[in-house]
């Protein structure tokens, strides 16, 4: 397994900026597809937005031109700006490797109208 840590949440208001990172273990990572999910309260997890190892991309809808996903392999680092962002992005963003079930600790998001 990969161990994840992630971090950069916090309270903002709309339209403002958040930068998530989530660090992981192992020299493993950067053959990794990594991606960012949401759990908002009351609601299932959702996947937000994934990238491979060589750097493809994908976003789901709600957040597609506003989200940029990227990963630094140097630093085992995987990367989510959150840019215009709306109260309902208000969630816990975890991260996951596709490869492994287990989950790192989440960090809060919080958009105030």
């Known amino acids: 397994q990969v161990q994840l840590v992630e971090s950069g949440g916090g309270l903002v208001q709309s339209g403002g900026s958040l930068r998530l990172s989530c660090a992981a273990s192992?020299?493993?990572?950067?053959?990794?597809?990594m991606g960012w999910y949401r759990q908002a309260p009351g609601k299932q997890r959702e996947s937000v937005a994934t990238?491979?190892?060589?750097?493809?991309?994908n976003y789901a809808d709600s957040v597609e031109g506003r989200f940029t996903i990227s990963r630094d392999n140097a630093k085992n680092t995987v990367y989510l700006q959150m840019n215009s962002l709306r109260p309902e992005d208000t969630a816990v963003y975890y991260c996951?490797?596709?490869?492994?079930?287990?989950w790192g600790q989440g960090t809060q998001v919080t958009v105030s109208s």
């Open positions: 990238i491979t190892s060589g750097g493809t991309t």
């Open positions: 192992g020299s493993i990572f950067r053959i990794l597809t």
């Open positions: 996951k490797s596709s490869l492994y079930s287990n």
